[in-house]
């Protein structure tokens, strides 16, 4: 475990493109987060977690999967250096452990696999929330953590790749007692939102939230997509062919299932054909469904949705809403 000034963490990250293509949190012109290369913009790791879905290294938003020729067709390879990602919150580590499991249980997506397997994920916590406020530590999930103290950063190791690489890293030796401090402030960090998302999944399997409230909160929906387009756990994608000289490609690119045709049949029929419909079946799926086909809630509060939604249809206003009136 070492110790790291920014400096250090900056020629370190620097140092990994070499060998991977280093995805960081960096600040852009306009004053937002996004991530990108080193010298692509200020490197703005402190913050929280990033706008943009940040699975979606792995997931873009488009991507082509099939070249098809007369004859012969060929799933498309991943190319390039392994991605070295930094910038995942403790909750965008649960995210990712999640889809994970989505893409490789029953059928094994190569496409998502082809840039997962060789990839390096790196969290950032401690002390470097938006507000200065103490990010919950990942503690594994991940190959390297960075923990800030407000002004440096403590690197950790998880897996033997992370251990090789930290060793790469300048910076001074650290007490491992840093790190179980750091851990101690962490574990005492209270989620009032979880327990909030829990007495909404009760709610909900138990079918105690009649359709009135849906109709009721979608009125406001106005079918923008963001909170798919930035949830790190949101998997839908639909796929179409498109011909150039003798080459059909099929890409796959997100859903939404916010949109009136995400669920239509070819017969006209639509089983979620009205607003209501949709935004249950958005939060239903993660706080219902998915506990059943996959034993747990697939929100893990990673709080995009929330920022994103301008009508106030992220997940745990809707889960407050659906509580208060319901919950009692
Ligand atoms: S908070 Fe919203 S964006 Fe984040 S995992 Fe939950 S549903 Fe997805
Ligand atoms: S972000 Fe809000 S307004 Fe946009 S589709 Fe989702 S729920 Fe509707």
């Given amino acids: ?37 080193v010298d692509e913009g200020t490197l703005a790791i402190g913050g929280g977690c990033v706008p943009r879905k940040i699975t979606s290294v792995f997931f873009p938003q488009m991507e082509t999967v099939l070249d098809m ?21 403790a909750q965008d580590a649960d995210c990712l452990k999640f889809i994970d499991r989505f893409y490789s249980e029953n059928y094994r997506d190569d496409i998502y696999f082809g840039k997962r397997d060789e990839a390096v994920i790196v969290c950032v916590s401690g002390r470097c929330g938006a507000d ?5 530590i990942a503690g594994g999930n991940c190959d390297l953590e960075l923990i800030s103290d407000g002004q440096n950063y403590l690197l950790n190791a998880y897996t033997e790749k992370g251990q090789a690489l930290a060793r790469k890293a300048a ?20 989620s009032d939102e979880l327990e909030l998302v829990q ?40 796929v179409f062919d498109r011909k150039s ?36 079946r958005r939060i239903h799926h993660k706080l219902a469904a998915d506990p059943k086909r996959w034993g747990q809630i697939t929100c893990m509060l990673c709080g995009r949705c929330d920022a994103a939604c301008p ?10 809403e659906m509580v208060q009136k319901y919950g009692s």
């Avoid at 060998?19 to 290369?37: C, E, F, S, W």
């Avoid at 200065?132 to 919950?136: D, M, Q, R, V």
């Avoid at 030796?173 to 179980?180: I, K, M, R, T």
Wanted: aromatic fraction near 8%.
């Fill in 1 to 37: 475990m070492k110790i790291l000034t920014i400096h250090e963490v900056q020629s370190f990250l620097k140092s990994m493109e070499a060998t991977y293509d280093v995805r960081v949190p960096i600040r852009l012109l306009d004053g937002t987060r996004t991530l990108g290369k």
């Fill in 69 to 89: 020729k007369p004859g012969k067709s060929e799933q498309v390879k991943s190319q390039g250096k392994p991605l070295f990602v930094v910038g995942f919150t």
């Fill in 132 to 136: 200065g406020e103490f990010l919950k």
């Fill in 171 to 190: 910076g001074t030796e650290a007490d491992e007692n840093l790190y179980q401090q750091a851990m101690n402030e962490s574990d005492a960090i209270v």
């Fill in 199 to 238: 007495k909404a999944s009760t709610l909900l399997r138990e079918e105690k939230v009649p359709d009135e409230f849906w109709v009721s909160v979608s009125d406001r929906c106005i079918a923008c997509t963001s909170c798919n387009m930035v949830c790190p756990t949101c998997t839908c994608f639909d």
């Fill in 245 to 280: 000289d003798d080459t059909i490609k099929r890409w796959r690119v997100w859903d939404s299932c916010q949109l009136d045709g995400f669920m239509r049949e070819a017969s006209g029929h639509n089983p979620l054909g009205t607003e209501n419909l949709r935004t249950r």
């Fill in 311 to 320: 009508t106030g249809l992220g997940i745990k206003s809707v889960c407050m």
